[in-house]
């Protein structure tokens, strides 16, 4: 029975859920964001946060803790440098969830998650193709334009020469 458990499942069992985790952290710590369904960006935030928080520790204890956890080491690395260093002054929320809307292929929601402190600028979300766009103007209009203008000046030359 799971009395007092109250993680997502996922759909997955437990293994696959803990390798699912760790590797989504994983790709979470070295890019910054990803886009990943709703769910499992839900399942990510608590578990990443508590990985951010041993950065933030820094102790060879937390580091040992992340290393068990993560199966990167140069992400641990990653997250103990860089991650602790910009989420120092904050005391939690190191993560934002977007909702990115619904996937195309089969309407899953989507979300974006990024750490906080590693990206400055705004989220925005990624311009959706249309097959109806009309291509840009083509630039070689405006260089035909100045074409007669430079032969207008030889053209003023010539008689002066001939005179």
């Known amino acids: 029975m799971r009395h007092g458990v109250?993680?997502?499942?996922?759909?997955?069992?437990?293994?696959?859920?803990?390798?699912?985790l760790a590797?989504?952290?994983c790709s979470l710590i070295s890019n910054g964001?990803?886009?990943?369904?709703l769910a499992k960006a839900k399942a990510l935030r608590p578990y990443v946060e508590k990985l951010i928080?041993?950065?933030?520790?820094?102790?060879l204890h937390a580091r040992r803790q992340a290393l068990a956890t993560l199966p990167?080491?140069?992400v641990v690395a990653k997250l103990f440098g860089e991650v602790a260093t910009a989420t120092a002054t904050r005391q939690g929320g190191y993560?934002?969830?977007?909702?990115?809307?619904?996937?195309k292929t089969d309407s899953a929601p989507m979300a974006l998650i990024e750490i906080i402190d590693l990206h400055s600028g705004p989220v925005a979300p990624a311009p959706v193709a249309t097959s109806t766009?009309?291509?840009?103007?083509?630039?070689?209009?405006?260089?035909a334009a100045e074409a007669p203008?430079?032969?207008?000046?030889?053209?003023?030359?010539?008689?002066t020469e001939q005179a």
Request: charged share 25%; net charge positive.
């Open 53 to 59: 928080t041993l950065g933030k520790n820094g102790s």
């Open 72 to 74: 990167q080491p140069k």
């Open 33 to 37: 964001r990803i886009t990943t369904t």
């Open 6 to 20: 109250k993680k997502p499942k996922l759909q997955r069992t437990a293994s696959h859920r803990k390798a699912l």
């Open 133 to 143: 766009s009309v291509p840009p103007t083509e630039a070689p209009a405006a260089p």
């Open 95 to 103: 993560t934002r969830i977007v909702k990115l809307g619904q996937r």
């Open 23 to 25: 590797n989504q952290a």
């Open 149 to 159: 203008a430079a032969e207008a000046p030889a053209a003023t030359e010539t008689p």
